[in-house]
C-alpha cells in the first residue's frame, strides 16, 4: 500500500489502497488517535479505496492552529494573487479529471457521467471564484457631511471549517473552500468519512497550484470526533456544514454558542408538478433524472412528482415502464444508468420506507426489493423504486428518504399543486413542468424554495447562481454566486473626515 502525498504530482490510480494522512501544515501527519477507517467502494465492498485517520479533537486543535498561522500571511496576499491559485487549480483539475472522477465513482458510487459531472463543477466553481478575486465588489457611497468620505470593504473572516456531506464529495467541498480562500481566509476540512478521497484529490490541485502551506487543512474523521471539536473550536470564526438537518440543528446550536458565522446547507424534499398541457416526454425524461440520478442521493432530488389529474394516469404508465428498464450497476461500466446507494445504513433506510410506503397504503407500482445477486453480491444496490396514490401527508411524501424511491401524487391543478408543494417541512428546489407562461411565473412567485426550475427537473443547479432553501432546508445562507462571497467576508465600513473639524453625525446637520 502506498502512503499518498499531497505535494507531488498526482498519482492517482483506481485500483490501489491508498492509506492517506492528516495534511496540516503542508505535513501529512497521523492522527493522535493512531487509528485509522477504511473507505469501501459501495459498489463491491471488497474494494478498499483507502485508509484514512481516525482523529480527535488534538488533530483539530493542530489544524485550527496552522491555519491560524497562514492566516496571518494569507489574508495580505493580494485578492487577484489569491485568485490565480485557484485559476490554476482549475487548469490542473481539467487535466485531472477523468482520474478524479473514477477515484470519486469508486469512493461514492455514482456513475462516470456523474462524477465527471462533479468534477466539473469543481472547475466551474474555480474559475467563477477566480474571477471574483478581481471584484469583491464593496458600496462606496456618498457621506451625509460634507468632506467625508464613505465606502465598506469586505475583509476575511479568519480561521473556517468545513464539514461535507458524501454525495457531491468534490463539488461541495470546492463550493466552500474556493470562496473562502480567494477571501483571504484559511480553512480546515472536515470531509465524510465515506467519500474523503476526493477532498484530498481537489486540495492537491490547489498545492499544485501553489497554495501555501497551511492555508487549507484537512482532518479526516467522524461527525462526532472531528466535526463538532471544530464547530467547537473558539479560534473557528466561521462553519460552514453541508449535511442533514439533525446534524444542521446540533451545529448550529454549537456555534450560536460562541456566535461563530453559521452556514448550514441541509435536506430537501423536492417537488416536480407536472400540469394537464406539460410535454410529458419532457417530464417524464425529467422526473426519471431527478429521481433516480445520483441513486436519488441528491439534496435537490426529485422525490415527490405532483401530477394533474387529465394526465396522471399516461405519466404514470410511461414514466413506471421507462424506470423499470433502468441499468443498475458499477457506475465505473459506462452502461450503466444508476448506481449503489453509499452505505449498509443509506440502503436500510431506503428499504425501511419501502415498508413504510407500503403500510401507510401507497401503491407500490415499481422496484422496492434490494438487488444483492451475481454482480450486485457485494455492493449496497436496490431497484428504483416508484409509489403511485401517494397522499401527500404520508410519511414517505414527507420526510427526507436520500435513495432512490419517488412518490407520485395526483392533483387537480396548479394551485393545489402548489399547496402539496409547500406543505413539507423543507425548502430546498422545485420545479414545473407546463407550457403556459402565466402558471409558469405563478408557480415561480408561489414555490417557497430556494431554486424553482421550470420544464427541468428539480436537480441541476449551476455555481454562479445562489444555491440553499428555506425552512429546514438551512438558515439563510446560500452558498454558489456571490452568496459564498458574501458568507466568507466581513463588513468593514469605512469613514475618512477630510473636513479638519468634528462632525457629529446625525446631529450637524444643515437644513
Ligand atoms: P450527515 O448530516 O450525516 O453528515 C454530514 C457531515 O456532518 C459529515 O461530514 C458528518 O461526519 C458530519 N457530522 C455528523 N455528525 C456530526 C456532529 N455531531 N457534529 C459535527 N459534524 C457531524 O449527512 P450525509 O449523510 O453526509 O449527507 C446527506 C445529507 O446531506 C442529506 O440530508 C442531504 O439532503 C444533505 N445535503 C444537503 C445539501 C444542500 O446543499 N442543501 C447538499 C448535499 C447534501
Not at 482523529?55 to 485550527?64: C, G, K, L, M, T
Not at 455514482?110 to 468534477?119: F, I, N
Not at 431527478?290 to 410511461?318: D, L, P
Not at 391543478?413 to 423543507?426: P, Q, S, V
Request: one cysteine or more; glycine letters at 10%; a negative charge.
Amino acid at each position: 500500500m502506498a502512503t499518498d502525498t499531497l505535494a507531488s504530482p498526482a498519482t492517482l490510480s483506481h485500483t490501489k489502497t491508498r492509506v492517506l494522512k492528516n495534511f496540516i501544515d503542508g505535513e501529512w501527519v497521523d492522527s493522535s488517535t493512531g487509528q485509522t477507517f477504511e473507505d469501501h467502494n459501495p459498489a463491491d465492498t471488497r474494494d478498499v479505496v483507502g485508509i484514512f485517520q481516525r482523529s480527535n479533537r488534538a488533530d483539530v486543535n493542530a489544524a485550527v492552529e496552522a491555519a491560524k498561522r497562514a492566516f496571518a500571511k494569507w489574508r495580505l496576499v493580494p485578492a487577484p494573487r489569491r485568485a490565480e491559485i485557484v485559476f490554476r487549480a482549475a487548469e490542473i483539475l481539467i487535466e485531472r479529471k477523468e482520474e478524479c472522477a473514477r477515484d470519486m465513482t469508486r469512493e461514492m458510487g455514482k456513475v462516470l457521467a456523474e462524477t465527471r459531472g462533479d468534477v466539473q463543477e469543481a472547475i466551474d466553481a474555480a474559475y467563477y471564484n477566480a474571477g471574483e478575486g478581481r471584484r469583491l465588489f464593496g458600496p462606496t457611497v456618498p457621506s451625509e457631511m460634507p468632506n467625508k468620505f464613505a465606502m465598506a470593504v469586505r475583509q476575511p473572516i479568519g480561521v473556517c471549517g468545513m464539514i461535507t456531506p458524501w454525495n457531491f464529495p468534490m463539488a461541495i467541498a470546492s463550493w466552500k473552500l474556493l470562496p473562502a480562500v480567494v477571501c483571504g481566509n484559511t480553512c480546515v476540512i472536515k470531509p465524510a468519512q465515506d467519500t474523503p478521497l476526493s477532498t484530498f484529490n481537489l486540495v492537491r490541485a490547489l498545492v499544485d497550484a501553489g497554495l501555501p502551506k497551511g492555508v487549507i487543512n484537512i482532518v479526516t474523521g467522524f461527525g462526532a470526533e472531528v466535526g463538532t471539536p471544530l464547530a467547537e473550536h473558539p479560534d473557528v470564526r466561521a462553519i460552514s456544514l453541508t449535511g442533514s438537518s439533525v446534524v444542521g440543528r446540533i451545529v448550529g446550536g454549537i456555534a450560536a454558542q460562541s456566535f461563530k458565522h453559521c452556514s448550514l446547507e441541509l435536506g430537501g424534499k423536492n417537488p416536480m408538478i407536472v400540469l394537464d398541457d406539460a410535454n410529458l416526454d419532457l417530464a417524464i425524461e425529467g422526473g426519471l433524472w431527478g429521481a433516480f440520478g445520483t441513486t436519488g442521493q441528491r439534496c435537490t432530488a426529485t422525490s415527490r412528482i405532483i401530477v394533474q389529474k387529465g394526465v396522471y394516469r399516461e405519466f404514470v404508465e410511461r414514466y413506471v415502464d421507462r424506470a423499470k428498464k433502468l441499468k443498475v450497476g458499477n457506475g465505473l461500466d459506462e452502461s450503466v444508468q444508476m448506481g449503489p446507494a453509499i452505505n449498509a445504513k443509506q440502503l436500510e433506510t431506503d428499504l425501511s420506507y419501502v415498508e413504510i410506503g407500503r403500510n401507510e397504503g401507497a401503491k407500490l407500482v415499481c422496484g422496492g426489493n434490494r438487488l444483492d445477486k451475481g454482480e450486485y453480491q457485494y455492493g449496497w444496490f436496490m431497484e428504483p423504486t416508484v409509489f403511485t396514490d401517494v397522499d401527500p401527508k404520508m410519511r414517505i411524501a414527507q420526510e427526507e428518504i436520500f435513495g432512490p424511491v419517488v412518490s407520485i401524487i395526483s392533483c387537480d391543478g396548479l394551485e393545489d399543486a402548489i399547496e402539496i408543494a409547500n406543505n413539507i417541512e423543507y425548502g430546498l428546489s422545485s420545479a414545473l413542468y407546463t407550457k403556459d407562461v402565466n402558471k409558469a411565473f405563478s408557480a415561480i412567485r408561489d414555490l417557497y424554495a430556494g431554486i424553482t426550475y421550470i420544464n427541468a427537473p428539480t436537480i441541476g443547479a449551476e455555481v454562479h447562481l445562489p444555491f440553499g432553501g428555506t425552512k429546514a432546508t438551512g438558515n439563510g445562507h446560500r452558498e454558489g454566486g456571490i452568496g459564498a462571497i458574501d458568507f466568507y467576508t466581513e463588513w468593514k465600513s469605512v469613514y475618512v473626515d477630510y473636513s479638519d473639524k468634528l462632525q457629529k453625525a446625525q446631529i450637524d446637520r444643515v437644513d
